[in-house]
């Protein structure tokens, strides 16, 4: 899906890199390759890890709050970041360790495990994109939701592609979209198209939520959290649910320590401030932003213990028991 010939070569159309592909070679992300004028996916049907998580784990804590998800993941990535914490899935992978599925078998194993949700998660969807849209399409006649957890670099057209079929996205930023820490620590050359692509998911109805990594040094800087902050406010809206997510010294990033709980509590403090509702800090249990608020009157409409979730105090409609305001949340 998502391709172009030029000559010989082949465009790939589906991630804002659109390599350049030369016969014989593979794209950046190493699992699309031009065969004979043809781009295959290796992929499709390959699966490498599979569980069942709640979906607080991905995160998302506004989608079906306290519900479970069969999450998935091929290999690869069109990212390299260096702080990866699933380098064994996106870089460092042995592609005869997936499994073979279909799409029916992985509708037919949600609904066998009476789970309402499937996550294409884990490693980057993108990169099994063709398999997570047979399967989104299929898993829609079970009504079954479909969410991605992504890096958020797909082309608009992959997005308008997808949008038909997905509930939800977690779009994962590094740094606070900071463009030197993409370049440098991600191989990534240019931050804009993410930007593009969460207003498309905004076009297409796709519910969302946003997290950012704070990694110490490198991509902890509080007016970088401000611009981020205030570009969501202006272009999307101050009810996407925020996850300031703690960095753990992982992959070639291991010389790093952990991103200080402080900064993570200032940081989410000044979010709040700044206009956005729901705001939580991730990795780090037992934190004042675990569970959710109204952002009306602040009594605890979801309580949570880390990614599980002890109440829900919401009335009808999803409206605030104490003041009636309506809270951004998805659920049956
Ligand atoms: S998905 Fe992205 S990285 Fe992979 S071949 Fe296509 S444009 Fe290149």
Redesign the pocket.
Known sequence: M??SRHGKKI?????????L?EEGQ???????VNKNGT?YTKTFGKILTMNIDPIEKKPFFHFYPGSQALSLSSF?C?FRCQFCINSDISQNYKERDARNYTPEDIVKLANQKKVKIIAYTYGEP??F?EFAYKTARIARRYNIKNVFVTNG?L?SEAVKKIGKYLDAVTVDIKGSLNPELYKKYCSVPDVEPILTCLKKFNKHRVFTEITNLIIPKIGDKEEDNRKLVEWITNNLSSSVPYHLLQFTPSYKLTDLPPTDPELLEKMAFRSKQLGMRYVYIGNIWGTDYENTYCYNCGYPVIERTGMFVNNINLGPSNRCPNCGAKINIKRE
Do not use: Q
């Open positions: 998502l391709w465009k790939c159309e589906l991630c804002a890199r659109e390599c592909i593979s794209g950046f992300c190493k699992v699309r781009l690869g069109n993108t990169v994109f670099y082309t």
